[in-house]
């Protein structure tokens, strides 16, 4: 052991000592200078190991690149990409817009199939007709041979909106009622 361990085992043992011994034969009393010098060499020891810490060179640790994340798909992404693109005015405006009524379509068939226990069959002349639904909108998007009421045709052009969006929005909502069984 070195000097400094020693030294510091036998202070350590002579505390432990005055302690229980209250005072080793009148070597240790607890009087006010003795306190005060335990308290000082503590403070002296202090400054020691903080003075020894500033010398010491910093080593830091490379932690590496964080994990990359797995980007996915937000659900319905492509069908809002869809609406974005649909544009009355485009040729590739209406390839969007076969796609996204095609898209609903299916989904409106295989919810059918899924809470009224049609058959793939029986749900596609559901469509055809329009009897799948009670909102006449929806009916109309997915079957284009029936056509808009009137008076929803009239309302969609005096707010200034699209009867394509307005189908859009209307069957989506029907198929969310559909599925929640209302």
Known sequence: MRAA?????????AGFLS?????IAGLFDFSYAFVTL???LAAVQGIRYVSARRRTEY???DLGDPEERYVVDVPGAEVDDWLRR???????GSRFRNRLRERLREAAADRLVATRGYTPAEAEAALADGSWTDDAAAAAFLA???GYP???RVRVRLRGGSLFRHGVDRTVTALREEGDGS
């Open 144 to 146: 284009p041979s029936l």
């Open 38 to 40: 335990v308290g000082v």
């Open 59 to 61: 080593v830091s640790l």
């Open 86 to 92: 649909v544009d009355p005015r485009s040729r590739g």
């Open 150 to 152: 009137f008076r929803t």
């Open 5 to 13: 361990e020693a030294v510091g085992v036998a202070a350590l043992l």
């Open 19 to 23: 302690v229980f011994q209250r005072g």
